[in-house]
């Protein structure tokens, strides 16, 4: 099979892919925990930490991937951008206080504060890349939404402990003090290297290689890529599901769920009601959606892994906010793509 058309073929299926690595993950999540863990290379005492490698690999990838001529059209309409920014920095101080009244009410005697620590690491970080494909399927505006993508991620060193902070004292004691022990890790350049530089380092790939080898390029690194995603996929369900099966706490799996979908859906809602009082066209309006409720799930996964190892149970309302977020972008591109008109009748 063609590689493009392997990769169409396998782009169809991804839904399905991820499923599998989630139905490994609960069944033989004994690699996956492995993976997790940081090794050390022999002689060279140098250590590598799994899930950050595929993490930097799948951000490189979404670099190389991006058309950044497409950007210089932003200069002449920047406000769908600046809008955008600003919406995706505010809209988590907006919803994750309602969301944590609602779990007040719980009968979680911290309550909630676990699945909030989880949601607030997913709603700080940067825009997810995987938004600027589901802006092509929908016909909404690409250069603001590739635009959004790269600022948010510029920013994100700044923007992440930020978000964090102005959050935390929401929480209870003990998980205000298991995102301060986050803290080091977020402050001292996980936005920055772990997310920044790998995507960067794309973009300026892309710039510099010629045609040919950009397309050379692509073929090899974004099947990689996509089989990288899988794995992290898999790396992070296993820490999750790994410890459900040990210890089941289905009470805790249907909160994830629940407090997730909630969170998913008020991004989504807040995107579209900010695209209706800033009356953009429906392209902008997609984009501004997409970019208000997608976010890096995988970033947030992979900092729970390197920062709070012990707490793999806070993986559960990331993995399922990956699910959702990805359903409901579907729905917005269901909803955004212009219909055809009917054939007019031959006389």
């Given at each position: 099979?063609?590689?493009?058309?392997?990769?169409?073929?396998?782009?169809?299926r991804l839904g399905r892919a991820v499923a599998v690595s989630y139905l490994a993950a609960l069944l033989l999540p004994g690699p996956g925990l492995w993976l997790r863990h940081p090794h050390t290379l022999p002689r060279?005492?140098?250590?590598?930490?799994?899930?950050?490698?595929?993490?930097?690999?799948?951000?490189?990838?979404a670099g190389l991937q991006v058309p950044v001529h497409a950007l210089g059209q932003l200069l002449r309409r920047p406000w769908a951008l600046l809008a955008g920014l600003a919406l995706?920095?505010?809209?988590?101080?907006?919803?994750?206080?309602?969301?944590?009244?609602?779990?007040?009410?719980?009968?979680?005697?911290?309550?909630?504060?676990?699945?909030?620590?989880?949601?607030?690491l997913i709603v700080a970080m940067p825009v997810a890349a995987g938004a600027t494909v589901w802006t092509g399927e929908g016909h909404g505006d690409q250069p603001t939404m590739v635009g959004l993508v790269i600022a948010s991620t510029?920013?994100?060193?700044?923007?992440?402990?930020?978000?964090?902070?102005?959050?935390?004292?929401?929480?209870?004691?003990?998980?205000?003090?298991?995102l301060g022990a986050a803290g080091p890790t977020m402050n001292g350049g996980f936005a920055l290297t772990g997310v920044v530089m790998p995507c960067v380092?794309?973009?300026?790939?892309?710039?510099?290689?010629?045609?040919?080898?950009?397309?050379?390029?692509?073929?090899?690194?974004?099947?990689?890529?996509?089989?990288?995603?899988?794995v992290l996929t898999y790396t992070n369900a296993s820490g999750a599901l790994g410890s459900f099966v040990t210890h089941p706490r289905?009470?805790?799996?249907?909160?994830?769920?629940?407090?997730a979908a909630l969170v998913c859906a008020l991004s989504f809602a807040v995107g579209r009601m900010a695209a209706r009082v800033l009356r953009l066209d429906a392209p902008a309006a997609t984009s501004l959606t997409l970019a208000c409720g997608m976010?890096?799930?995988?970033?947030?996964?992979?900092?729970?892994?390197?920062?709070?190892?012990?707490?793999?149970y806070l993986l559960l309302p990331v993995l399922a906010y990956g699910l959702l977020q990805k359903t409901a972008a579907s729905r917005v591109v269901r909803t955004a793509r212009p219909q055809s008109l009917p054939c007019p009748a031959s006389s």
């Open positions: 099979m063609h590689t493009d058309g392997a990769m169409d073929w396998l782009r169809r060279i005492d140098l250590t590598l930490h799994t899930a950050s490698l595929l993490l930097s690999l799948l951000l490189f990838s995706h920095v505010a809209a988590p101080i907006l919803i994750i206080p309602l969301v944590a009244f609602l779990l007040r009410c719980s009968p979680d005697t911290d309550g909630g504060s676990g699945l909030i620590t989880a949601m607030i510029l920013v994100s060193p700044l923007t992440v402990p930020a978000v964090v902070s102005v959050l935390a004292p929401l929480l209870s004691t003990g998980y205000a003090n298991v380092a794309g973009i300026v790939a892309r710039l510099l290689l010629p045609e040919r080898g950009l397309e050379h390029a692509l073929h090899v690194v974004v099947p990689v890529a996509m089989a990288a995603s899988l289905l009470l805790l799996f249907a909160a994830a769920l629940v407090v976010n890096n799930s995988s970033a947030s996964a992979v900092l729970i892994t390197t920062a709070l190892p012990d707490k793999p």
